[in-house]
């Protein structure tokens, strides 16, 4: 079955530091691949996303991510984290070959930043 | 452009009874989503409607559920008969037609059963 894992639960790291959420997909081909970030009373807001091309993808608020074929892998990262950033964040994929384009989320990860 | 909104925001209920939200979506949006979303985890798929067409329905889905979207633009949803079970955030997306495009979700409806 298609699945998204999002093995980190929880990350705290402190603000300045660089920031890595991993996210890894289970499907045969390629999907569309999503991260989304959500604050306490907001809806989800989307950073960033790939559907095909280069594999380093820019976002907003300065995150970025990276597709690894091989790995089945679109990590999320930023180089330096602002206290703003603490939301939980979720990694979505919708297969290629999906007629609805439904999205399939990852159980999320929850950043929290030390100041 | 507003954005996709979604009423109530919260809803408190007790088992048993019938509750109903209601989702606008971005005006030329004409696909529109409903997933769920429960404490710990990430949405779940739960229907999909292209114009008023309803597409696809999840298995999680039960037939207490319905949801209409009847003219293409709003759309709500139904539970019926309320279970503690149905105790989540309700979020509503949307996104344009033709070929895939990133989905827009509101803020969602906490419905609590007692």
């Known amino acids: 079955a298609q699945s998204v894992t999002q093995p980190d639960i929880h990350i705290t790291v402190s603000e300045g530091a660089s920031l890595e959420l991993r996210c890894n997909y289970s499907y045969g081909a390629t999907p569309y691949l999503f991260w989304y970030v959500q604050s306490p009373g907001q809806g989800l807001q989307l950073l960033l996303k790939y559907f095909s091309g280069d594999t380093l993808v820019q976002g907003i608020k300065g995150f970025e991510a990276e597709f690894k074929r091989s790995q089945s892998s679109f990590n999320l990262r930023k180089p330096s984290v602002h206290w703003s950033d603490a939301a939980e964040y979720f990694c979505a994929v919708v297969p290629t070959t999906s007629g609805t384009y439904k999205y399939i989320f990852g159980t999320g990860t929850r950043l929290k930043v030390l100041a | 452009d507003t954005g996709v909104s979604q009423n109530p925001r919260h809803k408190i209920t007790k088992r048993g009874q019938n509750v109903t939200f209601r989702c606008d979506p971005i005006?030329?949006?004409?696909?529109l989503y409903w997933y769920r979303q429960t404490l710990g985890q990430g949405p779940e798929f739960l229907t999909y409607f292209q114009n008023e067409a309803q597409l696809e329905k999840s298995r999680l889905l039960s037939d207490r559920f319905s949801a209409e979207r009847p003219k293409g633009s709003f759309s709500t949803l139904e539970i019926q008969r309320t279970e503690q079970g149905d105790s989540a955030m309700y979020l509503c997306?949307?996104?344009?037609?033709?070929?895939?495009?990133?989905?827009?979700f509101g803020p969602g409806t906490r419905l609590t059963v007692l």
């Open positions: 997306a949307s996104s344009l037609g033709g070929q895939i495009h990133e989905q827009f």
């Open positions: 005006s030329e949006h004409n696909r």
